[in-house]
């Protein structure tokens, strides 16, 4: 756990959760969850214009490692990070130096916003050699923007309309004594 302020007031609670588990020598499972509500976020956003929000913020990351061999690895991976945020004030730069000024929104559309970002990866490893090595790595990315949705929604959307899908074949081999 973990308590801190913000640059304008407000505070900021973080809450950390992790394990790691290994049932047998050759698998390793480990997962962290981390949950954070800001109170008065101070995020720039255009111009001289600043804003607060409150936020609540999810980050769960898993991992899979299976050792074949000594010299080969299959592991899985997969992190999400999730963020909602509700917009509580407006401020301003002022044109000399000083602290930022509390002002009225002009419009009022709500700057408040969710966004969603999702990364899962597959990776093959095997040590030819010393200092020599095969890797196939699979990636799939994910992000969703949205300004009422709700956790479940961010990731089923990331995941189920992927930004960017990649395989690498990485060989590295050392030449020579």
């Known amino acids: ?18 394990f790691t588990w290994r049932p047998i020598d050759q698998i ?5 969850a981390q949950f954070q509500r800001r109170r008065g976020w101070l995020l720039w956003q255009e111009d001289r214009n600043f804003t607060t929000f409150n936020s609540t913020e999810w980050r769960p990351r898993v991992n899979l490692d299976y050792f074949l061999t000594a010299k080969q690895q299959l592991r899985f991976s997969a992190q999400w990070a999730g963020i909602r945020a509700n917009e509580q004030a407006l401020y301003l730069v002022p044109e000399e130096v000083g602290d930022l000024i509390e002002v009225d929104k002009p419009d009022p559309e709500s700057d408040d916003f969710a966004i969603s970002r999702i990364n ?9 050699a010393p200092l020599s090595e095969l890797s196939v790595v699979y990636t799939l990315s994910g992000a969703q923007s949205a300004e009422s949705a709700g956790f479940q929604d961010l990731l089923r959307e990331a995941y189920d309309d992927p930004v960017g899908e990649q395989l690498i074949i990485k060989l590295r081999y050392r030449l020579g004594s």
Do not use: F, K, P
């Open 120 to 128: 899962m990866q597959l990776r093959y490893r095997w040590e030819i």
């Open 1 to 18: 756990m973990e308590h801190g302020g913000e640059e304008l007031g407000g505070n900021r609670i973080v809450g950390r959760l992790g």
């Open 28 to 32: 390793n499972v480990g997962a962290l």
